[in-house]
């Protein structure tokens, strides 16, 4: 059963077929919003996830997106708009979550220049270049939620780049929201801490030393749930918290603080 429906609100979630897009795309139907999710290679992964939305009864629709891929985001967004027009009956969208992602490990001396371009092409020029070809279609007084990470915030030998290309993303957020302001576009990202999901090869997941590790530095106890950031994302794209833009929230149990 869905809590506080909302009618015919639409969210765009890069990256929903898996980890925490799939999360938020669940906690965000269970609330009335329809959604546009994207994956780049799972599409048995995003059918499930739309098959899960539709049996309570909500509406889904996935699309195939690389996110490093800009040359393809004009015709990206010329399917969504085709997509909300059909699906939606409608000629905008509500919210846009950057989530797609890539992790990477690997010592600051042993970074290459692939590594670099990836961590880059996935975290910050594909969100740039992707929120504007979608700005046109993206209400007056709709959303964006930018995704960071607590590694900006704490440090953990290994994950330098990714660190400072999410700490981009933050500066990112906030020139959004003051450029965005006019169009009453409030632009918002999240710091999640140490997630049990598959990402970096699922260690906080599945190894249980490691997650015991990591929870002894974590104020609440415990590692992260993805249930722990989809409901989060929820209530940050929710009226409730419609004064709030230009705004990182941490999301992490208070971890190193």
Avoid: C
Avoid at 21 to 33: D, E, P, V
Wanted: without cysteine; aromatic residues 8%; proline residues 3%.
């Amino acid at each position: 059963m869905k809590d506080s429906p909302m009618t015919n609100q639409i969210a765009l979630i890069t990256g929903a077929s898996r980890g925490l897009g799939r999360n938020m795309a669940l906690h965000l139907a269970n609330r009335g919003i329809n959604i546009i999710g994207t994956y780049r290679s799972g599409a048995d992964e995003a059918k499930s996830v739309k098959q899960e939305i539709e049996a309570q009864g909500g509406k889904a629709t996935m699309l195939p997106l690389d996110i490093t891929d800009t040359a393809s985001f004009q015709a990206f967004s010329d399917t969504v708009t085709k997509t909300l027009a059909t699906d939606f009956h409608r000629e905008d969208f509500d919210f846009l979550i950057n989530n797609a992602g890539n992790g990477l490990f690997a010592n600051f001396a042993d970074v290459t220049e692939g590594d670099f371009n990836s961590l880059v092409d996935t975290h910050l020029r594909g969100p740039v270049f992707l929120t504007q070809k979608l700005l046109p279609i993206l209400k007056d007084g709709g959303r964006i939620l930018n995704v960071s990470s607590g590694l900006v915030r704490f440090t953990f030998p290994g994950y330098s780049i990714y660190a400072a290309v999410k700490a981009a993303i933050e500066v990112l957020t906030r020139f959004q929201a003051a450029e965005l302001g006019a169009r009453q576009i409030r632009v918002n990202a999240i710091a999640p801490g140490a997630i049990a999901t598959d990402f970096g090869g699922g260690a906080v997941r599945d190894n249980e030393d490691v997650n015991a590790y990591v929870a002894q530095g974590i104020a609440l106890g415990r590692v992260g749930l993805p249930d722990d950031i989809g409901r989060a994302v929820a209530a940050i794209l929710s009226d409730d918290m419609a004064w709030a833009t230009g705004t990182t929230f941490d999301i992490s149990g208070g971890q190193l603080l």
